[in-house]
DNA sequence: GTCTATACCGAGATAGAC
DNA sequence: GTCTATCTCGGTATAGAC
């Protein structure tokens, strides 16, 4: 299990998410009832509004980039690949909402603001996309290990940051998407293999560290520590109440089971 | 999330569940291929099938409980109450392995060795089913706390029974329900109530035994303790490695995230 | 690459015989 | 209470126009 962590857009990419959002409502409601009525009318507005997402998310990434530094064609592969994150970025979210099996295709699709068939122009089926999902998310994890053990800084614990990363998490939209992962992974033998893999890893950037954190609480330099048994043990502690915290802190709002409860135990371990 | 306990049957349970398990095979087979080509033979074979599994039931019914304590209205009750009971525990087994969504009712009635006609005879709802199999599998836990904090005993905390039962955790088909509970929780506005109270209620009861342990290690009688904070704070470090260790050491099978690795960590926490 | 249209199937739920 | 038959809807995936 990993854990999400929260968006940040600058103002021309919310001002797209938005306008995609808009269309992909305007999209699912005309599926079910306008178009029986005037078909005409409501689809043409539905690709005049399609036609100005696109737009701006082109313009916005020709802001975001300095000009001239990227070729045209890398620049016609971005734009490419825009569709594939666009349709990956909405499945993160329809499937945290609604679980895998719960979410249809359909429903991925329009939330970004596209049909079926063009969700099928990049994935071969709906596992696929499942599945490129899960390298995205788990990978990132990987390769940014704050993302991986939030408020573990090189000055120690930062109580106030985890709890803060706590309550951010509990409230963010695709905290479920962990969970998602892994009971596809536990129900998909197919997929277990490469989901374990993903776990796997993710829990030893976890450990390594909690390693180097404890080291340095000892006195010593911390550097190229490699994990005790102990130090796997606490980080197990760690990342299980940094899950369920989250994920019961919502349902319940308990005290008890919160991100405030959360951090204090997770302090506790990590000063043991 | 509360956690599954491991099946305990005689062996004439066991044989009843074997016949209605093959009963239902047939069933799921006969309705997808054979009934095409000659339905009244598979139908009348599976009916016969069906009818001696009942038979069997009622059998172990009345071996089970001494005779002439019950009277005759009651075990009629619970005849009849009795195909819910199976409908509800062929339900739990389904949901764990394909989850709420994933699981239909089709195949939860086929599990029990009936059809979806019987089930919604007790039920009126798809979601009714999973709100009443949440009632019973959370609710038992309530009244059992070993089941909620296993290995927790009057003498202290005995490791080799929690590691046993987080190893037989860990193989229980019926492992990820608490799961399929929460996320069912948290994506279903009308359940969250129920269910958000459900797990406090079972949280309270975790908590109240890490109170009582820590007290008696200190020297305390152990009676009547309210848990402090810190044994809160104890008692949720406590259930999400109890069930995020099973869950991810089934998953991956790595040494770092296993029953016995969640065993030492909870020995950690409880004696700290 | 994206859309519309559709094939095909299985879902939840209901009706009525027994 | 249980079964069979059926209704209606929505699912994944594909075909073919543009």
Do not use: C
Not at 243 to 266: F, K
């Amino acid at each position: 299990m990993s854990r999400p962590e929260p968006d940040s857009q600058d103002s021309l990419g919310a001002a797209t998410r938005a306008l995609a959002d808009a269309t992909a409502a305007l999209t699912r409601m005309l599926g079910k009832q306008v178009h029986d009525v005037v078909p005409e009318v409501g689809e043409a507005l539905a690709a005049s509004l399609r036609e100005a997402s696109r737009g701006l998310a082109d313009a916005s990434d020709n802001v975001a980039k300095r000009a001239g530094s990227v070729r045209a064609d890398e620049r016609r592969r971005e734009r490419v690949d825009r569709t594939r994150a666009d349709l990956l970025d909405a499945a993160a979210r329809v499937i945290a909402a609604k679980g895998y099996e719960g979410a249809s295709v359909g429903d991925i699709a329009a939330e970004a603001g596209y049909t079926k068939g063009a969700l099928y122009a990049h994935f071969p089926s709906k596992s696929a996309v499942m599945m490129a999902l899960a390298r995205e998310r788990l990978g990132i994890a990987l390769e940014d290990p704050a993302l991986d053990l939030p408020g573990v800084t090189d000055d120690g614990l930062d109580v106030e940051e985890l709890t803060a990363w706590l309550t951010a998490a509990q409230d963010d939209p695709k905290l479920l998407l962990s969970l998602e992962f892994l009971t596809y992974g536990l129900r998909n033998p197919d997929a277990a293999g490469e989901l374990a893999d993903l776990h796997v890893r993710s829990f030893e950037v976890a450990a390594a560290q909690v390693a180097r954190l404890r080291a340095r609480q000892r006195g010593a330099t911390g550097a190229d520590v490699v994990p005790t048994q102990d130090d796997r043990d606490t980080a197990l502690a760690v990342v299980s109440v940094l899950n369920v915290a989250t994920l019961e802190g919502r349902l319940t709002g308990s005290p008890d089971m919160s991100p405030a409860a959360g951090a204090r135990i997770i302090e506790r371990l990590l000063a043991g």
